[in-house]
């Protein structure tokens, strides 16, 4: 017997599998980062496709799979598009999602880190003129707290702090390539 569950959640990523599927990885409320199976969502038809883009707060309902959990509905709880629309910002998120995605490991439940991905998206996508980056260190600083890779009220900042990242998840952040090209436009 298949057991089903609902989650409240937000899109980090998504990953093209087959010819009509998709891998989405969330962030849950109650269960962490989990990564399940979005099948026919790229069917033109498909009605998860649109609550299923990344950066959207949603609430799915899945059921357990082999592999992976299945989703069979998705609904939008939250949408930032102001966020969306502004590339600066768009790119900021991508970094956020990114450091979650990495520094979290799978099925270990934290509100903690899920109230700041939710506050700190909502923040950025209502701010109009402020540093972006600023945003992105705090948001930074206080996963790397919640986490414990950093020593609370520790603060690293800029280069440093992004290092400090890189070097806990052993790879540079894709981001970074994005986030140089609209640093060298801002200048």
Not at 122 to 142: V, W
């Amino acid at each position: 017997m298949l057991k089903s569950y609902s989650a409240e959640a937000l899109v980090l990523k998504r990953f093209n599998i087959g010819e009509s599927d998709k891998l989405i990885t969330i962030f849950t409320k109650t269960k962490g980062k989990l990564t399940l199976r979005a099948p026919g969502i790229r069917k033109i038809n498909s009605k998860k496709a649109p609550h299923l883009e990344i950066f959207s707060c949603i609430k799915l309902f899945a059921v357990k799979g082999s592999t992976f959990d299945i989703i069979t509905d998705a609904s939008t709880l939250e949408v930032y598009s102001s966020l969306k629309s502004e590339l600066a910002k768009i790119a900021y998120a991508y970094r956020m999602v990114e450091e979650i995605d990495r520094l979290c490991p799978e099925n270990l439940p934290n509100m903690e880190i899920y109230r700041l991905l939710l506050l700190t998206m909502r923040k950025l996508d209502k701010c109009e003129k402020i540093d972006f980056n600023i945003i992105h260190q705090d948001f930074s600083l206080r996963v790397l707290w919640e986490l414990g890779y950093l020593q609370h009220n520790k603060i690293l900042e800029g280069s440093a702090l992004i290092s400090f990242i890189e070097n806990i998840i052993e790879r540079n952040l894709k981001s970074n390539t994005l986030l140089t090209k609209i640093d060298s436009i801002n200048v």
